[in-house]
Structures are given as C-alpha cells and as structure tokens.
C-alpha cells in the first residue's frame, strides 16, 4: 500500500459524488480533529471528532439546503497544510433563494489524517440566501 499525499486525501473529499466525498472525509478525520466553521457563518464554531462535525455541520447542511456542495477552483500546499479554495452553491430549502459565495478551507494534517479544518467564507452571501 502506498502513502498518499495531503493534498491526495484532501482532493478525496471533494472531488467525487458526495456520499464517496463523506466517506473519505469520515475515514481521514482524526478522532480529535478539530473543525472551525467561521465567525457569522449559520454553522460557526468549533467542532471536535467526527461525530460533532458530521452533527454540527454536515447533517445540518443537508437538511436545510438543496445542492449544497464546495466546488474546489485550486489548492495550495505546505508542508502538512493544505488550502482548497474555490466556491459555495447552494438552494436553501426555506427560503427557495440560492447562493454562490468564495470560500477558502485550510487543513492540517498529520500521518495522514486531518487534524484541523479552519473555514473563510464570505457569509454575507449565505445569510442573503437564509434570509426571506
């Protein structure tokens, strides 16, 4: 078996169909892995474990939004960070208003895990969206 690289595992959560993005979020998340949504984001705070973050973001994504993804422009690597950056699209389900809005994700990792998310977003473009 061969090692992948960062930026292989981090590409692997973004670049397929989303339940074969999921399951390769799940399986490089460290168990303590620490996950920071942005200040002013519907989501915003720290999460840690897999657990939280599946609870505390993602179920909630998928429950309140139609066609939510992260479509991912470029990356940029250091060392054990890797940042995807790219753009939010999205229909929120109560509203029927949708979105686009930058983003940038910048991870750490360590043996091959990740073990820190940190989210940049503009937020005023999801909040217009939320909004009646």
Known sequence: MTNRSNLDI??????GKSEDNG????AALAPDAEW?????????G?????QAIV??????????WDGYRAAV?????????????GFYHGTYRATGKSFTASF??????KGGKI?????????????EAMRP
């Open 10 to 15: 981090v590409r692997a959560t973004y670049e």
């Open 73 to 85: 422009d470029r990356y940029f690597v250091d060392g054990d960070n890797v940042v995807a950056q």
């Open 46 to 50: 720290t999460y840690v474990g897999p």
């Open 55 to 64: 609870e505390n973001v993602f179920q909630r994504l998928g429950g309140e």
């Open 104 to 109: 940038a994700h910048v991870y750490t990792l």
């Open 23 to 26: 399951r390769n979020l799940l």
């Open 115 to 127: 073990v820190r998310f940190e989210q940049i977003v503009d937020s005023a473009k999801v909040w």
């Open 36 to 44: 920071t949504e942005a200040a002013g984001f519907p989501y915003a």
